[in-house]
């Protein structure tokens, strides 16, 4: 499997994050939610540098020469223009002869991404697809929104994706923009610009954001999950004509055990069938998939052949699953 | 399921000492948080099949509320 991903080197640990916010029970929060520490990056860092590091470590046993497309997932892009796929190109010199493109996910975005890769390949267009996700939600986030800083950690993941990768099966994809609100960053765009003096709001007890930072309705985007994610489980095993009891293992977007738990008891997934891989790096948006995966095959939990289901689910409202077979 | 029922296993989820009524407060407990709101929501979905949504969940400020929401007939 060509895969890899790259953490920051700064680790934000919880112990750090309490004396942040004294009150917070951290202890409890690390039963119920899974995540001891976080990787955050610099403040010169971005999300393309990350991209490129995981790529550069990708590309130690792949020749770069036979890619021909790069797909970029990002959410933390350094510029609106240009894209950042073409500075990747330029910063990893690839082939000049080689498509580029960003994409605009978060959670869901690696599965996005399989889709597109495979519709290339299928389509002749290209035959060796870098695939990137990166994102530094880190740098979204209000100093004072506690809730989201103990999730959110910065990563980036790199892939290869051609006939001889791993195998990719049918997607289930949707959409609900009704939800835009609910996971949003409201300033910062062209539609509101930032504004230097944007008010803090407290949005639930003791936490903070402005116009100018993340916002997520955590529990409306917890009730979506708990809706959506079941059904899509099922319509994407019988798409792929598969009873889920043939599947041999799934790699759910790493939200936060506590949603996790729920969603893989309501989707009724055996305990040792399902992945949890969250614990040091938190919920790193669209690389938690990726990262879990290599870290599932690195651990042997996952072998050559094994049917994997693959299920993104978040911002948007945006959600996509489909089956891989290693 | 009976009121008194309701009472022992909503205030395990709360962590909080049971002796809980109708009007009893719940944003009086630091517990009453975003991941104890979550745990709610699922229990009254698996126990009673009502589905809370985000906003009927933000409307409970007494247990009196919730129970409201869950429905009469359910808790009696």
């Known amino acids: 499997m060509h895969l890899e991903y790259y953490l920051p080197d700064n680790v934000l640990t919880n112990i750090e994050l309490a004396k942040e916010f004294p009150n917070w029970d951290y202890a409890g929060f690390e039963k119920k939610v899974g995540i001891i520490s976080r990787h955050i990056v610099d403040k010169n860092e971005t999300a393309l540098d990350l991209a490129e590091k995981a790529s550069m470590k990708l590309l130690e046993t792949v020749d770069k020469s036979s890619i021909d497309f790069i797909l970029l997932c990002t959410q933390s892009p350094d510029y609106f223009l240009p894209t950042s796929a073409c500075i990747l190109q330029s910063r990893l010199n690839l082939s000049k002869n080689c498509g580029a493109l960003d994409f605009n996910l978060g959670c869901s975005g690696f599965v996005y991404g399989l889709a597109l890769a495979k519709s290339l390949l299928l389509s002749g267009i290209a035959s060796n697809i870098l695939l990137v996700v990166a994102e530094t939600y880190s740098k979204h986030l209000h100093p004072n929104d506690k809730v989201n800083r103990v999730i959110f950690g910065d990563a980036a993941a790199a892939s290869i994706i051609n006939k001889d990768s791993f195998s990719i099966g049918e997607f289930v994809l949707g959409t609900d923009g009704n939800g835009a609100k609910d996971l949003i960053v409201k300033n910062g765009g062209l539609k509101n610009k930032n504004e230097p003096d944007a008010k803090d709001f407290e949005y639930s007890t003791g936490n903070f954001t402005s116009d100018n930072h993340l916002y997520m309705n955590g529990l409306e985007i917890f009730n979506f999950s708990l809706n959506a994610i079941p059904e899509l489980v099922l319509q994407t095993a019988e798409k792929n004509n598969l009873k889920m009891s043939e599947i041999d293992y799934f790699i759910f977007h790493q939200a936060n055990a506590h949603m996790l738990n729920y969603l893989r008891m309501k989707s009724q997934i055996d305990a040792d069938k399902f992945c949890y891989d969250l614990e040091e790096t938190g919920n790193t948006v669209s690389a938690t998939i990726p990262i879990a995966l290599k870290n599932s095959f690195s651990k042997g939990l996952i072998k050559k052949g094994d049917k994997v289901m693959l299920v993104g689910f978040g911002v948007g409202l945006s959600w996509g699953a489909t089956i891989i077979t290693l | ?76």
């Open chain 2, 1 to 76: 399921m009976t009121k008194q029922e309701f009472y022992k296993i909503f205030s395990e989820k709360m962590r909080v000492e049971n002796n809980l009524n109708e009007e009893t407060s719940l944003e009086i407990f630091n517990s009453w948080d975003s991941w104890t709101r979550m745990d709610v929501m699922v229990f009254v979905d698996q126990t009673f099949k009502v589905n809370l949504t985000a906003n009927d969940i933000m409307e409970v400020k007494t247990v009196g509320d919730l129970m409201k929401k869950i429905g009469e007939n359910n808790i009696q």
